[in-house]
C-alpha cells in the first residue's frame, strides 16, 4: 500500500515552461486536492476534486490546470511557469471522513 | 471567512520539559479540526481529528483538546524526536471535506 505518490520530487524549470505534476493514490479515495506551501503562508489549496470527472478551484488556481480521468490519478498541470510557482507542492486524498493523507511532496524552483 | 491561527510560530523545549501549542479558529460551522505533523522535506503527516467541543484525543506523548474557538496540543516530557512543525487546519460544514484550511504552523524544537 504506497498511499499517495508524487512525482517527481524535485523540478527546476525555465520561466514560461509547462510541465505536470504527477499524484497517484492507492487507496481509493474519492477527494484529492494539491496545495502548495509557502514559508509564512502555510498550505493553500489550489484545485481538488471530488471523484472522477469532477474538479474545482481552490484558493490558488491561477495558472494551473488539473483534470480527474480515474479515482487514482489527479496530475497538477502549469500552463507557463512563473518565478511565482516557486513553491513545495503537495497532493492529498481522503475517503471523506478522515483526515488527509499526504504525499512527500515536489519541490519546484522555476528560473 | 474561515481562518486558522497557530501559536507561537516557534518553540524550543527542553526534553522532559511539557508545553502547549494554540490554534485559534474561526468557521463557518465546524466539520473538523486536524492536526498534522510535518518533519523537514516531508509531506504533512496525520495526527488527531476533532469534531466537537470538549472531544480529546491522545498519541504516545501528544494530547489534543478542542474548545468552539480554539484546539490545544499538549505534549508531555518531549523527546528530541517530536522535534517537527505541528500543523492546524479545519474543516467547515459548507465546504466539506474538500477543504482544509491550515494555520502557518509551529515550528518545535526538543534539545536534549
Known amino acids: 500500500n504506497a498511499g499517495v505518490t508524487q512525482t517527481p520530487k524535485f523540478q527546476v524549470l525555465k520561466t514560461g515552461q509547462s510541465m505536470t505534476l504527477q499524484c497517484a493514490q492507492d487507496m481509493n479515495h474519492e477527494y484529492m486536492s494539491w496545495y502548495r506551501q509557502d514559508p509564512g503562508m502555510g498550505l493553500r489549496l489550489i484545485h481538488y476534486s471530488v471523484g472522477a470527472g469532477i474538479t474545482d478551484q481552490g484558493e490558488v488556481p491561477n495558472g494551473y490546470n488539473v483534470s480527474r480521468s480515474t479515482t487514482e490519478d489527479f496530475p497538477l498541470r502549469l500552463l507557463s511557469a512563473a518565478p511565482s510557482q516557486t513553491s513545495v507542492y503537495f497532493c492529498a486524498s481522503t475517503p471523506g471522513y478522515y483526515g488527509y493523507t499526504f504525499g512527500s511532496g515536489t519541490r519546484l524552483t522555476v528560473v | 471567512e474561515d481562518q486558522v491561527t497557530q501559536s507561537p510560530e516557534a518553540l524550543r523545549l527542553q526534553e522532559g520539559e511539557s508545553s502547549s501549542l494554540n490554534c485559534s479558529y474561526t468557521?463557518?460551522?465546524?466539520?473538523?479540526l486536524f492536526w498534522y505533523r510535518q518533519d523537514p522535506g516531508k509531506g504533512p503527516e496525520f495526527l488527531f481529528t476533532l469534531y466537537s467541543a470538549g472531544e480529546e484525543k491522545e498519541k504516545e506523548r501528544l494530547k489534543a483538546t478542542l474548545t468552539k474557538k480554539e484546539s490545544f496540543l499538549h505534549i508531555t516530557a518531549p523527546k528530541p524526536e517530536d522535534s517537527a512543525t505541528y500543523l492546524c487546519?479545519?474543516?467547515?460544514?459548507?465546504?466539506?471535506?474538500?477543504?482544509?484550511?491550515f494555520g502557518q504552523g509551529t515550528r518545535l524544537t526538543i534539545n536534549p
Open positions: 487546519a479545519v474543516q467547515s460544514t459548507i465546504q466539506g471535506a474538500q477543504k482544509l484550511v
Open positions: 468557521v463557518s460551522g465546524l466539520r473538523g
